[in-house]
């Protein structure tokens, strides 16, 4: 099978999606994690917007990657002009090509379109630019003036030609339409770019390359404007996996890559996205997860270690006995048979009331169960925490540990964020990260109770932990509490 080029386009497009704004330095980051990856082009930016982000891209360009850097230009000398002095390898020159957007966009002929965008690709050409012809609103321009479009572009030198699904209005059938007519003809390379408002983005992304496109535009989760761009995790794996296409990425970086661009862009993954969701590797009801312990396919499409992920068990109302037996072991706790039923009894009560089962949940069942009282190393005695429009918001902590008393304070953001960094000062000889920290509101209204969700990695061991409240540092402070009391009785 042929090996497909990936333009990724996180940084344009993808900085495009409401509420995204990157600076210059993220956008950086970003694309060294991308060149890392080994996408073929990454579209850095689209320089006319500002000067941050024409010193974006100029960065990206000059920070020696391997990839062909590109910007985002209009069939405007301007754009190409501004694009030029960030130093760009290529220029993604996009032109309308749809009777709807020469018509009510443009307002001009579909001569002149042609004539204007045949001079921009000289004008690129005549400096040493690489182009990418990407033909706007291109799924819904009839077939015709796609070829003779590309007919003309190609005598003027273009490097590849890309035909953009700009409304994600395309059926996978139309892509084919298009793509079948068009790789007869072409001399160049042919890309798509498509759009996710009718959750056909990947599936029509696969059609254009069985069409004979050979380099996909994608973003990193998804991200793009209103319902996204072709996701880059998706495209990937469905082309690789469903049919054997070849990428010269490292598919195992996917979950580090998916992880940087949701803390960057702000723009939380939902829990049931393909290959990068938090869900999509993790197993509740028993029947499955008996399956996967048996042989790991009977209930995955992939490895998770394929994309660089973890399997996970969790446990809830659907749970079976041989996982609670599972995390019972990974967790060093010993049980006879009958413990363990009472313990998954417990947990399927929990459950049933909507609860998700923490592990310091499972530890304090079992213990209950067992019959054994767990001395807690750390114990909060008091929590002061002040906050208002005429302070820094403040913390401070009283704690026994093992019985001796230590008290901290700090400030932070918020309360919140005061009263877990004084925690962390007291605990400071029990290291630990807090890799996430959630919280729900119960019940609504502002009397709502709340409940606190943290979850904590110590020397390669995560752990979860919870606690409701009506207090919502009080309630943070618990969780944080009872999880470090966790690690502690786990490294003795
Ligand atoms: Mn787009």
Do not use: W
């Amino acid at each position: 099978m042929k090996t497909l080029k990936i333009l990724d386009t996180t940084l344009r497009d993808g900085e495009q999606t409401p509420g995204v704004s990157l600076t210059p330095e993220e956008k950086l980051e970003i694309a060294r994690a991308l060149d890392d990856f080994g996408v073929d082009v990454i579209e850095a930016g689209s320089a006319m917007t500002s000067p941050g982000e024409q010193e974006g891209i100029k960065r990206i360009a000059n920070e020696g990657l391997k990839a062909e850097i590109s910007s985002y230009c209009r069939i405007l000398q301007a754009d190409i002009d501004t694009a030029m002095k960030c130093d760009v390898d290529s220029i993604f020159l996009v032109t309308p090509t749809s009777k709807l957007h020469i018509k009510y966009k443009l307002g001009i002929t579909r001569d002149e379109l042609l004539r204007k965008t045949l001079e921009c690709i000289d004008y690129c050409k005549d400096h040493g630019l690489v182009v990418d012809l990407c033909t706007e609103d291109g799924s819904r321009t009839e077939p015709e003036f796609l070829l003779k479009l590309m007919g003309e572009a190609t005598e003027h030198k273009i490097d590849r030609y890309t035909i953009a699904d700009t409304v994600g209005t395309a059926t996978p059938e139309r892509m084919n339409e298009i793509f079948s007519k068009l790789s007869k003809k072409a001399k160049i390379p042919l890309g798509v770019h498509c759009h996710d408002d009718l959750g056909m983005a990947t599936a029509n992304t696969v059609a254009s390359v069985n069409a004979g496109v050979s380099m996909v535009n994608v973003t990193v989760n998804g991200l793009g404007e209103r319902a996204g761009n072709a996701p880059l995790e998706e495209v990937i794996m469905a082309l690789k996996e469903g049919y054997g296409y070849k990428f010269k990425v490292d598919t195992k970086k996917i979950s580090k890559l998916s992880d940087l661009v949701e803390k960057l862009c702000r723009i939380p993954v939902a829990p049931n996205k393909a290959i990068v969701g938090e869900n999509a590797f993790t197993h509740e009801a028993g029947i499955h997860v008996d399956g996967i312990l048996k042989k790991s396919e009977t209930y995955e499409a992939i490895n998770p270690e394929s994309v660089g992920a973890k399997r996970r068990f969790v446990l809830g109302k659907h749970v079976g006995m041989k996982s609670v037996k599972k995390l019972l072991d990974e967790q060093g706790i010993e049980v006879n048979d009958g413990q363990a039923k009472e313990i998954f009894k417990h947990i399927k009560f929990i459950g049933d009331k909507g609860k998700r089962v923490t592990s310091t949940d499972l530890e304090a069942i079992a213990n209950s169960v067992k019959g054994v009282e767990v001395k807690k190393v750390i114990e909060l005695d008091e929590l002061v925490a002040v906050a208002g429009n005429k302070f820094t918001p403040t913390a401070s902590v009283k704690l026994k540990i093992n019985g001796k008393e230590v008290t901290e304070s700090s400030t932070g953001t918020g309360p919140v964020d005061a009263a877990i960094k004084a925690i962390e000062h007291a605990t400071r000889d029990f290291p630990f990260e807090l890799t996430e920290y959630h919280v729900d509101s119960i019940s609504g209204g502002t009397d709502a109770l709340v409940q606190v969700m943290v979850k904590l990695k110590s020397r390669g061991r995560i752990i979860t932990s919870q606690s409701a409240g009506a207090d919502i540092v009080l309630a943070s402070v618990d969780a944080l509490v009872n999880g470090i009391n966790l690690i502690i009785r786990k490294t003795d």
